[in-house]
């Protein structure tokens, strides 16, 4: 799939643009990444004709909205705030405003809560009209269908706002908005409609129990299945969604032969996701942010290991994964057996050097692991305690120096006080123990049922001294409010050396994305979108620091050797090679920003305003 020639910047000037997703202003999920980072490319391309819907949720939407107040709202005469008082005068509470991004697009947020009176009348139109039946105890489809409902309304009232020849796209992301689309379609509303899936909700769930899926996918019956995982209302949804859509659209080749199978309907494009790579860019900084994140997990990595051995930090590397807790579909099952093999690898080859491996990924727990908070907080101390000495020691040291007619450097020891050995020697005893580093940061829920530690523990990669992979399992999300790490997510990516996520599921796939935007390397597989694309749009991916896992028609065993050697090459680079490979990365994240990638949905609006 080669990228189309470069589109005008002004798109389609007799049209609107409505994007409607359940993550505008409302971050649960992936799709709240593609929303938000896309954006600024799209107000490039439309203006003030564009306009993002979603619902409201007034805890979420607090941060990053500001809602216009109602003087400001008579004051506009764009069609879109034209419909949001029409539907005020009806009685509606919804809000318009401003997203807080870059960007800072015009939004209108729709609260699904008020019409649960008539939910009855919703739910029986669906089933009557359009064969969805829903289930009376399900809040999440409630809310969706009333949202659905809603939608349908303020497009109906937009129609009439606009002033022909003006039209209407509205582009409808993932069931959670596809309520409204097939009854759009059956009142006639004259908009016109895109409809994307991110992943077939049927897919993932298969994904996650079939380690055969792709093999298995064209014999699934998707009735049976959807009833079987009991999700047969939001499957009927994004079914009748897709084929109601003008244009039906998914976001790599590899969801096509989802949506071929389990939706029925051939998508008519494919939308490849990117990234906002502006809000990444440190121009020649990245190298200098890079040392100063290390430092930071140097920090932790002392506190965690260094109370029971020590290791030259200078010849560590920091590899880590993260996302989802999928077990199989994210990869984490591989990643762990390349991991020990590694471990074998590098204990036989006699080399130096360590790997630190992080699991970054989100799990019920009931606190953090107070031995490991313990060790932090000592360690604070230590350094607390070598910070006075240091500073003892210096103003005596220059006095001696100014009052000495010896130029030997004198006994540093002897300018320490007795309280500041006592203490120094009392504080280090505190805090060694010939305990192994937990592989766990966190006590779980139900940590005897958790497929990584049951992993760790079938293998003995628990962190032994004579281990060179060492692990960091991290069931939450990296924080500046995590007493641990007290640094942002993307602070801790740039920090390390290599990304690695050879997902077996994954329809697009962030995470190794984020990576090259922050100039990191990243291991994806041919099972991911974003793996795909890059096989068939990045040449000599792997020297510009983008690996790519061959999983398809491969068995476990083949496609872990493959990582397995991946790994081991990119342990056998020397800090010069590793700089360098940085620097192709960094250099190679523009083939990905928005700007570029834009021009796939702007064909789709397109093809969607040349279809009735």
Same mark, same amino acid.
């Given at each position: 799939?080669?990228?189309?020639?470069?589109?005008?910047?002004?798109?389609?000037?007799?049209?609107?643009?409505?994007?409607?997703?359940?993550?505008?202003?409302?971050?649960?999920?992936?799709?709240?990444?593609?929303?938000?980072?896309? =954006?600024?490319?799209?107000?490039?391309?439309? &203006?003030?004709?564009?306009?993002?819907?979603?619902?409201?949720?007034?805890?979420?939407?607090?941060?990053?909205?500001?809602?216009?107040?109602? +003087?400001?709202?008579?004051?506009?005469?764009?069609?879109?705030?034209?419909?949001?008082?029409?539907?005020?005068?009806?009685?509606?509470?919804?809000?318009?405003?401003?997203?807080?991004?870059?960007?800072?697009?015009?939004?209108?947020?729709?609260?699904?809560?008020?019409?649960?009176?008539?939910? $009855?009348?919703?739910?029986?139109?669906?089933?009557?009209?359009?064969?969805?039946?829903?289930?009376?105890?399900?809040?999440?489809?409630?809310? /969706?269908?009333?949202?659905?409902?809603?939608?349908?309304?303020?497009?109906?009232?937009?129609?009439?706002?606009?002033?022909?020849?003006?039209?209407?796209?509205?582009?409808?992301?993932?069931?959670?908005?596809? /309520?409204?689309?097939?009854?759009?379609?059956?009142?006639?509303?004259?908009?016109?409609?895109?409809?994307?899936?991110?992943?077939?909700?049927?897919?993932? #769930?298969?994904?996650?129990?079939?380690?055969?899926?792709?093999?298995?996918?064209?014999?699934?019956?998707?009735?049976?299945?959807?009833?079987?995982?009991?999700?047969?209302?939001?499957?009927?949804?994004?079914?009748?969604?897709? +084929?109601?859509?003008?244009?039906?659209?998914?976001?790599?080749?590899?969801?096509?032969?989802?949506?071929?199978?389990?939706?029925?309907?051939?998508?008519?494009?494919?939308?490849?996701? &990117?990234?906002?790579?502006?809000?990444?860019?440190?121009?020649?900084?990245?190298?200098?942010?890079?040392?100063?994140?290390?430092?930071?997990?140097?920090?932790?990595?002392?506190? +965690?290991?260094?109370?029971?051995?020590?290791?030259?930090?200078?010849?560590?590397?920091?590899?880590?994964?993260?996302?989802?807790?999928? #077990?199989?579909?994210?990869?984490?099952?591989?990643?762990?057996?390349?991991?020990?093999?590694?471990?074998?690898?590098?204990?036989?080859?006699?080399?130096?050097?360590?790997? =630190?491996?992080?699991?970054?990924?989100?799990?019920?727990?009931?606190?953090?692991?107070?031995?490991?908070?313990?060790?932090?907080?000592?360690?604070?101390?230590?350094?607390?305690?070598?910070?006075?000495?240091?500073?003892? =020691?210096?103003?005596?040291?220059?006095?001696?120096?100014?009052?000495?007619?010896?130029?030997?450097?004198?006994?540093?020891?002897?300018?320490?006080?007795? #309280?500041?050995?006592?203490?120094?020697?009392?504080?280090?005893?505190?805090?060694?123990? %010939?305990?192994?580093?937990?592989?766990?940061?966190?006590?779980?829920?139900?940590?005897?049922?958790?497929?990584?530690?049951?992993?760790?523990?079938?293998?003995?990669?628990?962190?032994?001294?004579?281990?060179?992979?060492?692990?960091?399992?991290?069931?939450?999300?990296?924080?500046?409010?995590?007493?641990?790490?007290?640094?942002?997510?993307?602070?801790?990516?740039?920090?390390?050396?290599?990304?690695?996520?050879?997902?077996? #599921?994954?329809?697009?796939?962030?995470?190794?994305?984020?990576?090259?935007?922050?100039? @990191?390397?990243?291991? %994806?597989?041919?099972?991911?979108?974003?793996?795909?694309?890059?096989?068939?749009?990045?040449?000599?991916?792997?020297?510009? $620091?983008?690996?790519?896992?061959?999983?398809?028609?491969?068995?476990? *065993?083949?496609?872990?050797?493959?990582?397995?050697?991946?790994?081991?090459?990119? @342990?056998?680079?020397?800090?010069?090679?590793?700089?360098?490979?940085?620097?192709?990365?960094?250099?190679?994240?523009?083939?990905?920003?928005?700007?570029?990638?834009?021009?796939?949905? *702007?064909?789709?609006?397109?093809?969607?305003?040349?279809?009735?």
């Amino acid at each position: 799939m080669q990228p189309p020639a470069s589109a005008p910047e002004i798109i389609a000037p007799d049209a609107l643009l409505v994007e409607v997703a359940w993550e505008v202003c409302n971050q649960v999920g992936g799709i709240y990444t593609v929303i938000r980072s896309k =954006v600024p490319a799209t107000v490039q391309g439309w &203006g003030d004709r564009y306009c993002l819907l979603g619902p409201y949720f007034p805890q979420q939407a607090q941060g990053e909205f500001e809602p216009m107040e109602d +003087h400001e709202l008579t004051l506009l005469t764009d069609p879109f705030a034209g419909a949001v008082r029409q539907m005020r005068l009806l009685g509606y509470d919804i809000q318009y405003g401003t997203w807080l991004i870059t960007g800072r697009p015009r939004v209108v947020l729709i609260n699904p809560f008020q019409v649960y009176d008539r939910l $009855g009348s919703i739910k029986a139109d669906l089933w009557q009209h359009h064969g969805i039946p829903t289930p009376d105890h399900d809040d999440l489809l409630h809310q /969706v269908e009333a949202f659905g409902h809603l939608a349908t309304i303020f497009l109906q009232i937009l129609t009439a706002e606009v002033v022909p020849p003006q039209r209407i796209v509205a582009h409808f992301h993932e069931w959670m908005t596809g /309520v409204a689309i097939p009854v759009l379609r059956r009142e006639q509303v004259p908009v016109h409609i895109v409809f994307t899936t991110h992943a077939t909700l049927l897919g993932r #769930y298969l994904a996650m129990n079939d380690p055969n899926f792709y093999d298995h996918l064209m014999q699934v019956d998707w009735e049976a299945e959807s009833r079987n995982f009991n999700i047969e209302t939001a499957v009927r949804v994004e079914r009748a969604a897709a +084929h109601g859509s003008h244009v039906f659209t998914t976001v790599s080749e590899l969801t096509v032969r989802e949506c071929i199978y389990l939706l029925d309907r051939i998508p008519d494009a494919v939308l490849p996701n &990117g990234l906002n790579i502006e809000r990444f860019v440190a121009l020649h900084e990245f190298q200098n942010l890079h040392q100063q994140y290390k430092a930071k997990i140097h920090d932790f990595v002392m506190a +965690h290991f260094f109370q029971s051995y020590a290791f030259d930090l200078d010849n560590t590397l920091y590899m880590f994964t993260s996302g989802r807790y999928e #077990y199989h579909n994210k990869g984490f099952d591989i990643t762990l057996e390349a991991l020990a093999r590694l471990n074998y690898r590098l204990q036989q080859s006699g080399m130096e050097g360590q790997v =630190v491996m992080f699991f970054i990924t989100k799990r019920p727990f009931t606190s953090i692991n107070p031995l490991v908070l313990q060790s932090r907080a000592v360690l604070d101390e230590v350094r607390e305690t070598c910070a006075a000495i240091e500073r003892q =020691v210096g103003e005596r040291l220059v006095y001696a120096a100014a009052a000495s007619t010896d130029h030997r450097l004198p006994n540093l020891s002897d300018m320490v006080d007795d #309280y500041w050995r006592l203490r120094y020697r009392r504080t280090l005893q505190s805090w060694k123990t %010939t305990q192994l580093p937990s592989v766990i940061t966190h006590n779980l829920i139900d940590d005897a049922k958790d497929d990584i530690l049951n992993f760790l523990r079938r293998s003995n990669l628990i962190n032994n001294q004579h281990d060179r992979v060492k692990i960091v399992y991290h069931p939450d999300f990296v924080s500046p409010t995590s007493p641990l790490f007290g640094m942002e997510y993307g602070q801790f990516v740039r920090g390390c050396h290599l990304g690695i996520f050879p997902s077996y #599921y994954e329809p697009w796939g962030y995470t190794p994305l984020e990576c090259v935007a922050r100039g @990191v390397p990243a291991i %994806t597989s041919d099972l991911s979108g974003f793996g795909d694309y890059v096989m068939q749009n990045v040449p000599n991916h792997e020297d510009k $620091g983008i690996y790519v896992v061959q999983r398809q028609e491969k068995s476990f *065993d083949e496609a872990a050797e493959e990582l397995t050697n991946m790994l081991w090459n990119f @342990v056998l680079l020397n800090r010069r090679e590793r700089i360098m490979q940085r620097n192709k990365v960094e250099s190679s994240s523009e083939l990905f920003d928005w700007k570029n990638l834009r021009q796939y949905y *702007d064909r789709a609006y397109s093809l969607a305003l040349e279809r009735k």
